[in-house]
């Protein structure tokens, strides 16, 4: 079995589709899910499972659903993907705050398209780079007023999208490399929840 991180995306940004951590742990860990940990409020979770990544997503959809009554979008990576996104980071050299910094984890490579009109966006300040499956996007001004948010949307892109910025990027790769510890309480709450 291997850790993998699992993003939910757009829950608990708003008043609806509230999905408490606690409650996420306890359905994942139900449905075969080992050493669940959560991350934030927002839909970071770490946990082990011998499901490819694709078989896993669409199965937590499944439970979501089932368990909440709302459609969540889930994206799956394993540690050495997510290892890999850190190793590829192409704004190390720029990219002084964290929390300005963000990759958009997408379902899927985006059409050649999309790459081509990333590649041309005037967006100075801002830079962006598609590698694969994920779009690094260095907002140093910050993402409320971004031209290039506008362009990291499902639409634009094509495929789904959801975007965590730096901080807790490193941080799951940190809670996916802990050792599981055999007398964990998987109810007890995170330390970061």
């Not at 999905?19 to 359905?27: D, G, H």
């Not at 850190?86 to 300005?100: L, S, T, Y």
């Not at 005037?122 to 830079?127: A, N, S, W």
């Amino acid at each position: 079995m291997g850790r993998q991180v699992v993003l939910l995306r757009g829950i608990n940004l708003g008043a609806h589709r509230r999905v408490a951590m606690a409650q996420l742990r306890e359905l994942f860990s139900a449905h075969g899910c080992g050493d669940v940990r959560t991350h934030l409020q927002s839909g970071n979770v770490v946990l082990t499972s011998d499901q490819p990544p694709a078989r896993l997503a669409r199965q937590l959809e499944e439970q979501i659903r089932a368990t909440f009554g709302i459609d969540v979008d889930v994206l799956v990576r394993t540690r050495g993907e997510l290892a890999a996104v850190i190793d590829r980071d192409p704004f190390g050299d720029v990219a002084r705050d964290p929390k300005r910094y963000q990759v958009s984890f997408l379902s899927a490579e985006p059409n050649p398209q999309v790459a081509r009109d990333l590649r041309a966006a005037k967006v100075e300040p801002e830079r962006v780079v598609l590698s694969g499956c994920e779009i690094y996007a260095w907002h140093p001004n910050g993402i409320q007023r971004s031209p290039l948010a506008d362009l990291l949307t499902d639409r634009r892109l094509g495929v789904t999208a959801t975007a965590r910025n730096w901080n807790t990027i490193t941080k799951l790769l940190a809670l996916a490399d802990e050792q599981p510890s055999p007398t964990r309480n998987l109810k007890a709450r995170s330390p970061s929840d």
